[in-house]
């Protein structure tokens, strides 16, 4: 068996196909412009703030299509305290579903795992 192990861990960098290719030097380019993105957060309490602006929870949805329909390019970023319960992210995150953002970004910090 160790054999079959010491094959396999052999051959199977050579099964990968890979084009070895040398790239071109060029000038660096200036990246795109990046738009910028709602943050809706989540604070350790259960409160709910669209850019900073506190919000009851009944009321996000209706402010989360205003800022929608305010902006061509909806960007959205979703920030939640480890310590919100899970109910209450999840109702976040079905508000934004229903309003039609379909591109969201959930926010976390990189750490160990």
Do not use: H
Not at 63 to 83: C, G, H, I
């Amino acid at each position: 068996m160790l054999v079959l192990l010491i094959v396999f861990i052999v051959t199977a960098p050579l099964l990968t196909n890979t084009v070895k290719v040398t790239l071109p030097k060029t000038q660096p380019t200036t990246p795109l412009v990046q738009k910028k993105a709602f943050t809706v957060s989540v604070d350790a309490a259960g409160k709910v703030f669209l850019d900073k602006q506190e919000l009851p929870l009944a009321n996000f949805e209706v402010a989360l299509r205003e800022a929608k329909a305010s902006t061509a390019e909806f960007y959205l970023n979703l920030q939640a305290d480890e310590a919100v319960p899970y109910g209450t992210v999840a109702k976040v995150m079905a508000i934004i579903e229903r309003t039609g953002v379909d591109r969201l970004s959930v926010l976390t910090m990189p750490g160990q795992g």
